[in-house]
């Protein structure tokens, strides 16, 4: 068996020991240029590297063990893969007697160009335009980008940005935390324009054109470093779970974030969560859009999701 190990920052060679023991399998370091060149990849890091790394792992097709060695891991825990022992404990089943491989979704957001008006009729941004449809016309679609676990527009992306300002130990102890009062102490609700589709890929309609603080797209249920944000969300199912949360004060969003960590905040009044298989989220003014923890572009944007496109080690 031929195995290649992406060690994301951080990791070492060395942190492949407990993976290389008691097994006659010949190692690559680095991402392999094509699917004959290995039989499974190792990622040691975090949902970032995982993140960087999504386009070029599904082009492979090859078996994918994730290593939490990151900060914030969810990709891995979603997996199963809490602790580095547990990947190890999955790598030896793999290796000795196959193992369970399991195939999983990826998310995919679209950039999108805004040549052209977002919607058939009057629908201008922050307009009462609810049961527009959206047309496919209206957008030049530019590159995609794969995401593993959540992304996000609004408060959250911020606190994404200054989470990847923090030193690595710090993110580490819960970078998201951290980062989360300062940039409540400044963000403000803004104007976005969201539609969804309804059943299967059909065309989107409007959702909501209020101010709001923040969106989020889920393909897994945690993000931030254990954040519940979409506690209902599963990698295989072939849809997107929205959380949605509209223009509330400061102190009440200070305190509906606790509730996060537990997925207790879907039953509060100004949280809205559905899912879908696309999304559309148009703002006044471009913002920024993260996923995994990444800067990946900004507003407008279509999210989708690629179902079963990643094959994965589990527990």
């Given at each position: 068996?031929?195995?290649?190990?992406?060690?994301?920052?951080?990791?070492?060679?060395?942190?492949?020991?407990?993976?290389?023991?008691?097994?006659?399998?010949?190692?690559?370091?680095?991402?392999?240029?094509?699917?004959?060149?290995?039989?499974?990849?190792?990622?040691?890091?975090?949902?970032?590297?995982?993140?960087?790394h999504l386009e070029a792992?599904?082009?492979?097709?090859?078996?994918?063990?994730?290593?939490?060695?990151?900060?914030?891991?969810?990709?891995?825990?979603?997996?199963?893969l809490r602790r580095v022992?547990?990947?190890?404990?999955?790598?030896?089943?793999?290796?000795?007697?196959?193992?369970?491989?399991?195939?999983?979704?990826?998310?995919?957001?679209?950039?999108?160009?805004?040549?052209?008006?977002?919607?058939?009729?009057?629908?201008?941004?922050?307009?009462?335009?609810?049961?527009?449809?959206?047309?496919?016309?209206?957008?030049?679609?530019?590159?995609?980008?794969?995401?593993?676990?959540?992304?996000?527009?609004?408060?959250?992306?911020?606190?994404?940005?200054?989470?990847?300002?923090?030193?690595?130990?710090?993110?580490?102890?819960?970078?998201?935390?951290?980062?989360?009062?300062?940039?409540?102490?400044?963000?403000?609700?803004?104007?976005?324009?969201?539609?969804?589709?309804?059943?299967?890929?059909?065309?989107?309609?409007?959702?909501?054109?209020?101010?709001?603080?923040?969106?989020?797209?889920?393909?897994?249920?945690?993000?931030?470093?254990?954040?519940?944000?979409?506690?209902?969300?599963?990698?295989?199912?072939?849809?997107?779970?929205?959380?949605?949360?509209?223009?509330?004060?400061?102190?009440?969003?200070?305190?509906?974030?606790?509730?996060?960590?537990?997925?207790?905040?879907?039953?509060?009044?100004?949280?809205?969560?559905?899912?879908?298989?696309?999304?559309?989220?148009?703002?006044?003014?471009?913002?920024?859009?993260?996923?995994?923890?990444?800067?990946?572009?900004?507003?407008?944007?279509?999210?989708?999701?690629?179902?079963?496109?990643?094959?994965?080690?589990?527990?």
């Open positions: 068996m031929r195995a290649a190990a992406i060690l994301g920052l951080g990791c070492q060679e060395k942190d492949l020991r407990p993976f290389r023991e008691g097994s006659s399998v010949e190692w690559v370091i680095g991402l392999p240029e094509s699917s004959g060149e290995a039989d499974v990849v190792l990622v040691l890091g975090g949902d970032g590297t995982i993140h960087r792992l599904v082009k492979l097709g090859l078996p994918v063990l994730v290593v939490p060695r990151g900060s914030g891991n969810d990709f891995a825990r979603a997996l199963g022992r547990d990947s190890v404990a999955a790598w030896r089943r793999f290796v000795f007697s196959a193992g369970r491989i399991r195939t999983v979704d990826l998310g995919v957001i679209t950039p999108l160009g805004s040549d052209a008006a977002c919607c058939v009729g009057p629908t201008n941004l922050g307009s009462n335009a609810a049961g527009c449809v959206v047309t496919d016309r209206s957008f030049q679609r530019r590159e995609t980008k794969y995401f593993c676990c959540v992304g996000g527009v609004g408060l959250d992306a911020e606190v994404a940005r200054r989470a990847n300002q923090l030193p690595r130990w710090l993110r580490g102890l819960g970078g998201y935390a951290l980062a989360l009062p300062p940039a409540l102490a400044r963000f403000a609700a803004l104007p976005m324009e969201i539609s969804s589709a309804g059943t299967d890929h059909g065309d989107l309609t409007l959702r909501s054109s209020q101010a709001t603080v923040l969106v989020a797209f889920a393909n897994t249920p945690n993000y931030g470093g254990g954040m519940e944000i979409a506690p209902d969300a599963e990698m295989d199912d072939g849809r997107l779970d929205i959380c949605l949360v509209t223009d509330v004060n400061r102190f009440k969003l200070f305190c509906l974030f606790p509730s996060v960590y537990f997925g207790k905040h879907l039953g509060l009044e100004d949280v809205e969560y559905f899912r879908t298989t696309r999304l559309r989220i148009e703002t006044k003014a471009s913002l920024d859009v993260y996923a995994d923890g990444e800067f990946v572009c900004q507003t407008p944007v279509e999210v989708s999701i690629a179902a079963q496109v990643l094959r994965v080690i589990t527990p």
